[in-house]
């Protein structure tokens, strides 16, 4: 194996860690902000609720 296809797949794994943790972030990312929107509509509802 040269050193060129060497550079390539070291290239290939790094680029598929980066990718993983990308899409990991973005989990992250889409289950906090469902966190946040579920608070915000209790905090809604409560406020609503005292002004009757």
């Known amino acids: ?3 060129a296809a060497a550079v390539t797949f070291i290239n290939l794994i ?3 860690v980066l990718l993983g943790f990308g899409i990991y972030g973005f989990v992250l990312f889409v289950r906090l902000a469902n966190r946040g929107i579920k608070a915000f ?3 809604i509802n409560e406020k609503n609720n005292n002004n009757l």
């Open 1 to 3: 194996m040269g050193i």
């Open 14 to 16: 790094i680029l598929l």
């Open 41 to 43: 509509d209790i905090y």
